[in-house]
Structure formats: structure tokens, C-alpha cells
């Protein structure tokens, strides 16, 4: 069975860092392009990041880049999002989800395995 179980997420001060971890299970994630998505209340779910299976591969959304890194971790079949610098805006549920493709395409459609979600709470 492919479950993604999602961490990590909580309350955090503008200008504050978190980790989250998205832990995969019944594949290797290793194979995949994984991706994190995130949403807001009232907003469509967006694209955050995306690392392929091609060494280097990464995909980050305008907003977040220079501030998010996406990463796995092989022995612990995990992938990350490693946010600095944090923005009010940044305030949602944040998702992994692979379409179990090599590549990046980070479309809400394509997903074929969701995790429950984790939220992150940007405020003063």
C-alpha cells in the first residue's frame, strides 16, 4: 500500500524556519519526482516544489524560491521541504504527492498519491 505521511508542520514567527518530512511507504521514492503542494482556506491548492529523479532536478513555485529547498533522504525514504525566511502568506496545508513519473510536472490532477496534509502557521 503507498502511503505519504506528512510532519513537521506547526506555529511559527515571520522571518522563522521549519522542516517538514513527508514519509513514504509501499515505494521508493528514490524512483518518483515528489512534490509538495500546499493550500490555503478559500485558495486552490498550489504547486510548492517538485525534486525529480534526475540529479539536480528541482522545481520551485516564484514565491517561495530562494527561501524553500526540497531534498530526500535515501535510508530514511523521506523527502523534505527545508522553509526560511517565512511569510504570513505562507500560512497553509502543506502536502506531499507523487504522480509516480520521473519528472516534475506539479499539477493537482496528476497526483496519484496524496499525503494527509500539515499545517503551517506563519503569525506574529
Known amino acids: 500500500q503507498v502511503q505519504l505521511v506528512e510532519s513537521g508542520g506547526g506555529l511559527v514567527q515571520p522571518g522563522g524556519s521549519l522542516r517538514l518530512s513527508c514519509a513514504a511507504s509501499?515505494?521508493?521514492?528514490?524512483?518518483?519526482?515528489m512534490s509538495w503542494f500546499r493550500q490555503a482556506p478559500g485558495k486552490e491548492r498550489e504547486g510548492v516544489s517538485c525534486?525529480?529523479?534526475?540529479?539536480?532536478?528541482?522545481y520551485y513555485a516564484d514565491s517561495v524560491k530562494g527561501r524553500f529547498a526540497i531534498s530526500r533522504d535515501h535510508d530514511k525514504n523521506t523527502v523534505y521541504l527545508q522553509m526560511n525566511s517565512l511569510k504570513p502568506e505562507d500560512t497553509a496545508v502543506y502536502y506531499c504527492?507523487?504522480?509516480?513519473?520521473?519528472?516534475?510536472?506539479?499539477?493537482?490532477?496528476?497526483?496519484?498519491?496524496w499525503g494527509q496534509g500539515t499545517l503551517v502557521t506563519v503569525s506574529s
Open positions: 525534486i525529480s529523479t534526475e540529479p539536480g532536478s528541482t
Open positions: 504527492a507523487t504522480d509516480m513519473e520521473r519528472l516534475c510536472r506539479v499539477q493537482n490532477r496528476l497526483m496519484d498519491y
Open positions: 509501499g515505494f521508493t521514492l528514490d524512483y518518483y519526482a
